[in-house]
């Protein structure tokens, strides 16, 4: 336990507790007033009640779609159904860089919709909203499907032989199995969409601002470090209250459920109501989120000259960017993987080590730790960046020039996935299978290589995919710290698009692609391995 | 071949173990009867290893303090097997010869021959989880068996079987070891299991031996109130002994010539309650009746004393709500010593 604490330390709560020192430090003189001034000015107010009920409508919308889709993909087979689920999961590990520029494809200016009926949505909040739902569909498919999937269905059966009618007996029996894992996503999504940065950046323009957009434009743009602490520490005692309402639902979601395997649930739809929700499921699928995905691709191809890969060509010269970048675009994809390599590598040694000592102990120390894993998947990923920048800088730790500051700063965010992918695995294997080893003669070491490791290793490569995909769609930490002749895609990708002009765009839409296609191989690989054991994502 | 000196073990302030002194000689079963608390199962962990204690473990006369389990050579037969569910019969049989470096070719015919001997012949191939509670308890016994352990533990070896299958095994793995010559040291909580495996039966009691002796010994002369009761001898009363008759609260009851005088207290087997007519033994009303196969169990209440266990031949046995006299056989009247813990 103590290699992954001294992790947290030194590259999460130093970094983090030194930019709001800063902020809020002038002179020796701990300024607590600025806290009043801040939160009690009117246009940061607005910002605060907008991250909040754009937050909460999103989560809202997230449910109402994705929970017929949760329930269509627990109780139905149908022909296809593997393909789909991973297709719904592809967003959630794509860069939050990707999904903007997808949805700008798709409802901007010269859009799709605008071409083809007039339609724009980049200057309302439903364009965010919609990207978050894209975002988000997952979550609640994995979560509360995955559960309903292991509901046993004879349940309902039983309350229905006493009498309950069809909806009675969902309301009654199911629904509260159901209810903590609902919760568990909604808090999920709700976490994920308030301290959304790379959509609300894209997607937003200057009337809407989050949280993490105000911070970042507060820290890179106005240089007023004051007021970004300020809200740093109003979204940390936030996203504090969201996930300790998460453990909390989380630890009733153990509660005694009789679970059964999934493969015995599943049928195929009967009836004529049955098949038109699951192509009502379907459509919903292809309209949220295949097309955005579509319309990415086609617009990558659509130079000015007809379909054709000038864009990509584009990518490997240097010049063609007008000057964005030191190096081709191209180079971006190479540095991107390197990173994410070495992250994930850091992730999983430091995720590992945090899940094992999870697993070996208990108490409330060890449940606080839990919790502390899980908050740089909510902490401003800007001050991360930004603290990284302030303090790594001198000695004994002067990583500035360095390159191995961009995978520290990806693996905070992909120790989380690890140990939520590792944790329930590692749990589930029987200390005395160890001791049954060791009385037939394998020295502990050997122990854990005969019986831990190849009941860990799907989990393990499974984290690894999830850590390898986060990393590298990391935007707001890496778009501070990735150096410029060093960018990678995410930041490449958002410098493209502040650019102006016909060939940036297309150059955005083909690195997007790029790395779209990257995640999505990455995913279908761990589809293939995943077990339904692994995984509380 | 094993020798407990003083062993314990506490959890927090209780102790699961209190000073056990126990020896198994080479070739012996040996058996450890108790009830589920009584520290039987953390016995066999201490010798294998799994668990710290104060006191000494030897194996072979060699002084076990700071081997780890590993390197003592002991088999253990876990209660739920603990077989490894990602390996198939032939790879869990293998793995104690695979940890102790043998060549591909032994492991392939002595896990053959294992099979064969516990009648689980080419199963090889086979997945644990398609086994069926019996076939993975053979399985677990030719994995426990492999390397040759000069000791073999089992804890509650047939716990989750049922009763005929039980009693099938139980026969099976007597001749078994008797043929292997191996030693044996068994926990179980049930005395049928104890007394057919056993050369010699430990009774435990909360981290205590309360009784060590053959199965014909325990069973005939318990020796307390408390082993009486967990072998299911429930006529305990409290009794002064003068001469060869013990005064006690159902009356005048005889004793052998010779017992010892005084206070203590005094068992009656249910053989040992005979029904007579009313007015020749002590005036019992039927209370209940229990069909046993070879007998019926009969529940009496009797006019002065606690409830009274008889047995007697099906023929016999009268119905509840009758009223029949009940005396005493001294062969079957068990004098043990008073209980100051127990009221």
Request: charged share 15%.
């Amino acid at each position: 336990m103590a290699g992954p604490v001294a992790f947290f330390a030194v590259f999460f709560a130093y970094p983090v507790a030194a930019i709001v020192g800063r902020g809020l430090d002038v002179g020796g003189a701990w300024q607590f007033g600025r806290i009043g001034e801040v939160l009690g000015d009117p246009d940061i107010l607005q910002v605060l009640w907008f991250t909040s009920w754009q937050a909460l409508a999103s989560t809202a919308l997230t449910l109402l779609i994705a929970l017929p889709g949760a329930y269509v993909f627990a109780r139905f087979d149908f022909p296809g159904k593997q393909l789909l689920r991973a297709a719904v999961t592809v967003p959630f590990v794509l860069p939050t860089v990707v999904v903007g520029t997808a949805f700008l494809a798709l409802l901007g200016r010269g859009g799709m919709l605008d071409q083809l009926w007039g339609v724009r949505l980049d200057t309302t909040v439903w364009a965010i909203l919609l990207a978050h739902v894209f975002f988000n569909y997952a979550v609640v498919v994995r979560t509360v499907g995955g559960l309903w999937s292991q509901l046993d269905p004879r349940q309902e059966e039983a309350a229905r032989v006493l009498g309950a009618s069809r909806f009675a007996a969902w309301r009654k029996v199911t629904l509260p199995a159901l209810g903590p894992a609902v919760a568990a996503a909604s808090l999920m999504v709700f976490l994920f969409t308030f301290t959304s940065f790379g959509v609300v950046q894209i997607l937003g323009g200057p009337a809407f601002s989050t949280l993490e957009v105000e911070i970042y434009r507060q820290t890179a743009q106005l240089l007023d470090l004051p007021t970004a602490a300020v809200l740093t520490l109003a979204q940390f005692a936030a996203v504090g209250a969201i996930l300790a309402l998460h453990a909390w639902t989380v630890r009733r979601r153990e509660s005694a459920l009789r679970l059964v395997d999934p493969a015995q649930t599943a049928r195929r739809p009967r009836g004529a109501g049955q098949w038109s929700l699951l192509s009502g499921v379907v459509a919903s699928v292809a309209a949220l989120i295949l097309v955005p995905l579509g319309v990415l691709v086609q617009r990558s191809l659509d130079t000015p000259g007809g379909y054709g890969f000038g864009y990509y060509q584009a990518l490997q010269s240097q010049g063609a960017g007008g000057g964005t970048f030191l190096v081709p675009p191209v180079d971006a994809i190479w540095n991107s993987l390197q990173y994410a390599l070495v992250a994930t590598a850091i992730a999983l040694v430091i995720g590992g080590l945090a899940a094992a000592a999870l697993t070996r102990r208990a108490g409330p120390l060890v449940r606080g730790f839990d919790a502390l894993l899980m908050l740089p998947l909510g902490v401003s990923a800007v001050t991360v960046g930004f603290g990284f920048l302030i303090t790594l800088d001198k000695p004994p730790l002067d990583l500035r020039s360095s390159w191995i500051l961009v995978p520290l700063a990806q693996a905070l965010v992909g120790v989380p996935f690890v140990v939520r992918t590792m944790l329930p695995v590692l749990r589930a294997v029987d200390g005395r299978l160890r001791e049954a080893a060791a009385v037939l003669g394998a020295s502990p070491l050997r122990a854990w290589r005969e019986v831990d490791l190849p009941m860990v290793r799907r989990a393990l490569l499974v984290a690894a995919g999830f850590a390898f995909a986060v990393s590298l769609g990391e935007f707001g930490a890496t778009v501070f710290i990735a150096r410029p002749d060093n960018p990678t895609l995410p930041v490449a990708v958002a410098r493209l698009l502040g650019r102006a002009g016909d060939l940036n765009y297309g150059q955005a839409m083909a690195l997007s692609t790029i790395l779209m296609l990257v995640c999505a191989v990455s995913l279908l690989v761990l589809e293939r391995i995943r077990t339904d054991r692994s995984g509380e994502f | 071949m094993l020798r407990l000196e003083g062993v314990s073990v506490r959890f927090g302030a209780r102790a699961a173990l209190d000073a056990v002194d126990l020896e198994v000689a080479d070739h012996e079963t040996v058996c450890v009867l108790g009830p589920s608390g009584s520290g039987k199962s953390t016995l066999l962990r201490v010798v294998a290893g799994l668990q710290e204690a104060s006191g000494k473990v030897f194996l072979d006369g060699t002084d076990q303090s700071g081997v780890p389990v590993h390197r003592r050579g002991v088999g253990l037969m876990f209660q739920d097997h603990q077989l490894f569910p990602q390996r198939d019969v032939a790879g869990n049989v293998a793995f104690g010869l695979r940890m102790r470096g043998a060549g591909r070719a032994e492991q392939v015919r002595r896990v053959a021959e294992l099979l064969e001997l516990v009648g689980l012949p080419g199963a090889q191939g086979r997945a644990i989880a398609a086994l069926s509670g019996g076939e993975q308890q053979r399985v677990a016994l030719a994995r426990a068996l492999a390397p040759q352990p000069k000791l073999l533990m089992l804890d509650e070896p047939l716990g989750q079987l049922d009763r005929g299958l039980r009693e099938r095994l139980v026969v099976e793995l007597r001749e078994l070891f008797g043929q292997l010559g191996t030693t044996v040291l068994a926990v179980t909580h049930d005395q049928g299991e104890a007394f057919a495996l056993a050369d010699r039966v430990v009774v435990m009691r909360e981290g205590r031996v309360a009784q060590v002796g053959t199965p014909l010994e325990v069973w005939q002369r318990p020796a307390s109130e408390f082993v009486a009761r967990f072998l299911g001898f429930d006529n305990v009363v409290s009794a002064t002994v003068s001469g060869e008759v013990a005064d006690t609260p159902w009356g005048k009851v005889p004793v052998v010539p010779g017992a010892l005088q005084g206070e203590c207290r005094l068992l009656v087997r249910p053989a040992g309650v005979r029904l007579v007519p009313v007015d020749d033994g002590l005036r019992c009303t039927v209370r209940a009746r229990t069909f046993r196969g070879h007998h019926v169990a009969v529940i009496l209440e009797p006019a002065v004393g606690p409830p009274l266990e008889a047995e007697c031949p099906p023929a016999e046995a009268p119905d509840a709500g009758a009223t029949v006299g009940a005396a005493f056989t001294a062969g079957d009247v068990v004098l043990l010593p008073p209980e100051p813990d127990r009221a």
